[in-house]
Structure formats: structure tokens, C-alpha cells
């Protein structure tokens, strides 16, 4: 099993380097203030009572939240479109007599792996992180000078925890499909995409979107003196939504790219229907690509939306500052918000270049029937600009969603007041990533010779 979990990795070293860096990342978040909270657990109490401001463990905590679940997020997310890549690979293991037990012993193996494999760099990244956060909050007073970091190992041997836990709970659901069916069905499962969303998932995402609209109307009804809760709801409202926009991805998609991909099709009708016809034919593989872009445009667009808004209302109140308007709250926002796109980005990033790279197969075969490489880059680029476009629109709706109801809380309108410049950095910035992250991956997916791609399956 060692051997075959070692070939696995070797035989798709990109997938699994997306899925490593986002392991990195969460192993390193929850060191970094599972860290915290031991500094102030092992701070004497009249030390902690020295600085100024809500204390270490619940700035820790309140920011913190938020920054390990979209870890965990980016996880799941990489980890299972890592796992549908291997699809192929696992249906014939059952073709020629793999249990469904050792089919999801195997993908174990290549979870634990490769969270071995990073356990290390990311305890000293997040041992790193938390010195350099307690010295920036010393440096403004909200910590006092005298608190350390302790040496314990403990906070690193629960990051490594946690992270196996929510790595394996991730790989098992997506190993499920492919496990539980005939071995004939799955090697042909592995070559279509399925036409319908199951229906746990979509009840799954029915629920975290009633739980996203019961924080959403936690944060609108929060009172005008308790900005700072309805603020922390409204985030975590944004998240949750973004969670069933995953959940629902394939279905909301396909929507969406029936939408906005008319438009495009009367723009560039040879690159562009065809473009159109692969996002909507492959509804799982256009999900994986926008719910990154999504979480970046969702994620980022709320917390600046909401800052901008509480300024707004400070200074109507005669500027009066809470928490959330204060110098040192507005450097914690962006701070977090700094951690929260670099999350995001390493998933854009990851799950676009995997996504194109899988498609060498695809792109060959096209070639094989008359298409031009150059022509074959002008449906990429067709499917970048509906890739991004789709993924915009529900990060969009999603920080519509929170905001109007921090908004209703901070203002007494459901209309919040938008930095325009700001969203529209943030828009550009996720075309930034999502158009040359697809065609630079794309220019070398449609080289190579075309037969032999064809023949020899997806490497």
C-alpha cells in the first residue's frame, strides 16, 4: 500500500502540491493562534491586565475564527478536487480486484502523507507568525510587552490534529462515490461527469444556507452600541454562504454560465460557444475553478465593505469609534484580511492550473480533429473571462448578502454604502489571477504530440 500511495504522488505531482501548500497554510494558522492562546494562558493574570484593549485571547480568538475555518476550506476544497483527479487511476485499482476498504485505504495513506510531508514547515511558518503578531501587537499596546510564546509543543501537535482529522473527514467523502459502486461503473464514471448534483449534497447545501440567512439575520437585529458582534456575524455568515455556494456549485454554475455565457457567445462565436458548451458540459470542473474565485471576491469584498461602512457610520455618529473604526482594529481587519486572500489565492491558483493541466487529454483530441493551438488558446481565454465572470457574480452576491445586514445594524439601512474603487481592485485582482493562471497553463496543455496524449490517457 506504501508503494502504491508513494505512485500516486509521483504520478500527479501538481494536484498534490496544490493540496500540500493549502495543508501548509492550515497547519500553519492553527499553530500560529493555537500559539496565542498559550501566551496568554501561560501570561501571569496582572501581566495580561497591563495592556490596553479586549486582551490577546480574544483578539486570538475573534480573529482566528475565521482565518482557520477558510483554511480548512481551501483543504477540503484542494483535497477533493486532488482525489476526482484520480479518479481514473482508482477505478481501474477496482477493476482489477481493489476492495472499496483499500481503495479508501489508499487514499488515507496519500492524505497522511502528504500532511506529514508539510507538518514541519508549517509548525515553523505558524511559530513564526505568532511571534511576529504578538510583537505588532505589542507594538500598538494591545499586548503587553512582558507576554512570550512558550516553547510547549502543544499547540503544534493540535494543529497537526485537527488537520489530519479535517483532511481525512474531506477525503473520505470524496472517495465515497468511487468506493461504493461496481468496479465496471466506476472506470466509466471516471471518464464522464456526472449530470445531476447528489441530492445529500444539495440538502447539505439547503442547510448551510439556512444556517448563512439565521447569521445574517443575527448581525441585521444586533443593536447600534454592539457593532462589533454584528460585524463577526456578518463574516461568518459570508463564509457559511460561500459553503453552500460550494455545495451547490455544480448546479449554480451551470446556471449562472447559461446566464452570462450569451454574451459570449454573440462576442466571439467560434472560441466562444465553444466555450460555453465545455463550462456547461463540465459543471463540476467550472465549480471547482469559481469557488475560489468566489471566496476571494466574497471574502474580500465583505470585510471591505463592512470596514467602509463603519467608518461611514462613525463619522455621521460625530466620530465616535468602536472597535471596529479604531486605528488598531482597522490594522487587525486588514491584517486578517491580508491572511484571508493569500488562503484564497493559493486555491485560485492551485485549482485553475490543475484544472487546465488535466486537460491535455481533452486539448489532443480537439487537435486530432482540425483545432489550431492558437485556436484552442481563444476558447481558453473565452473560458477565463466566463470563469472569472461567474465567479465574481457569486462572491458578489454573497458580500451583498452580509453586508446589507451589517449594514442594517450599523446604519438602519439594508443599503450599504460601497467603496467602489476598492471593489473593483478586488475584481481585478481575481481576473489577475484566474486569466494567467489559466492560459499560461493552457499554452503548455495544448502542446506536446497529440496522439500519444490521446493514447497514453490524461498525462
Not at 134 to 160: C, E, H, K, N, W
Request: proline letters at 5%.
Amino acid at each position: 500500500m506504501t508503494s502504491l500511495v508513494l505512485g500516486q504522488l509521483r504520478r500527479r505531482p501538481a494536484a498534490f502540491a496544490g493540496t500540500a501548500v493549502a495543508l501548509l497554510l492550515a497547519i500553519a494558522a492553527v499553530t500560529l493562534f493555537g500559539s496565542l492562546f498559550a501566551a496568554d494562558l501561560a501570561t501571569p493574570a496582572a501581566v495580561r491586565k497591563a495592556a490596553a484593549g479586549p486582551g490577546l485571547m480574544v483578539i486570538a480568538g475573534a480573529f482566528g475564527e475565521i482565518a482557520v475555518l477558510v483554511a480548512f476550506f481551501v483543504v477540503v476544497n484542494a483535497l477533493g478536487f486532488a482525489l476526482r483527479q484520480q479518479h481514473r487511476e482508482l477505478a481501474l485499482l477496482r477493476t482489477v480486484a481493489a476492495t472499496p476498504r483499500q481503495t479508501r485505504r489508499l487514499v488515507r495513506g496519500e492524505v497522511l502523507v502528504t500532511t506529514l510531508l508539510v507538518t514541519v514547515p508549517g509548525w515553523a511558518l505558524g511559530a513564526l507568525a505568532a511571534r511576529w503578531f504578538l510583537a505588532a501587537l505589542q507594538r500598538r499596546d494591545m499586548a503587553s510587552p512582558d507576554v512570550r510564546v512558550p516553547g510547549t509543543p502543544v499547540p503544534m501537535l493540535i494543529a497537526l490534529g485537527v488537520v489530519l482529522l479535517v483532511g481525512l473527514a474531506a477525503s473520505a467523502v470524496a472517495a465515497r462515490r468511487i468506493s461504493r459502486i461496481a468496479p465496471a461503473a466506476a472506470l466509466t464514471a471516471s471518464s464522464t461527469e456526472q449530470a445531476r448534483t447528489g441530492a445529500l449534497r444539495l440538502l447539505a447545501g439547503a442547510g448551510a444556507l439556512v444556517g448563512g440567512v439565521l447569521l445574517l439575520r443575527l448581525s441585521a437585529t444586533r443593536p447600534a452600541d454592539q457593532v462589533d458582534k454584528a460585524g463577526q456575524a456578518a463574516l461568518l455568515a459570508s463564509l457559511v454562504l460561500l459553503v453552500a455556494v460550494a455545495l451547490a456549485g455544480p448546479f449554480a454554475a451551470r446556471v449562472l454560465a447559461a446566464v452570462l455565457g450569451g454574451p459570449l457567445r454573440v462576442l466571439a462565436p467560434g472560441a466562444g460557444w465553444l466555450a460555453d458548451a465545455n463550462l456547461r458540459g463540465y459543471a463540476r470542473r467550472l465549480s471547482s475553478a469559481v469557488v475560489p474565485v468566489a471566496l476571494l471576491v466574497g471574502l474580500s469584498g465583505t470585510m471591505s465593505i463592512m470596514t467602509f461602512t463603519a467608518g461611514r457610520a462613525a463619522a455621521a455618529a460625530g466620530g465616535t469609534a468602536s472597535s471596529v473604526t479604531s486605528a488598531t482594529d482597522i490594522w487587525l481587519r486588514q491584517a486578517e484580511l491580508a491572511m484571508l486572500v493569500c488562503f484564497a489565492t493559493v486555491s485560485v491558483v492551485n485549482t485553475l492550473v490543475a484544472v487546465t493541466a488535466d486537460r491535455r487529454r481533452e486539448f489532443a483530441l480537439l487537435r486530432l480533429v482540425g483545432a489550431t493551438r492558437p485556436q484552442l488558446l481563444r476558447m481558453l481565454s473565452a473560458e477565463a473571462v466566463l470563469t472569472t465572470a461567474v465567479g465574481v457574480v457569486l462572491g458578489a452576491v454573497v458580500a451583498g448578502a452580509a453586508t446589507s445586514a451589517f449594514s442594517a445594524a450599523v446604519t438602519g439601512s439594508a443599503v450599504p454604502p460601497v467603496p467602489v474603487a476598492t471593489c473593483g481592485w478586488i475584481v481585478a485582482g481575481a481576473a489577475a489571477l484566474v486569466l494567467p493562471g489559466i492560459l499560461l497553463t493552457g499554452r503548455w496543455a495544448v502542446g506536446g504530440p497529440a496522439a500519444e496524449l490521446v493514447g497514453g490517457g490524461r498525462d
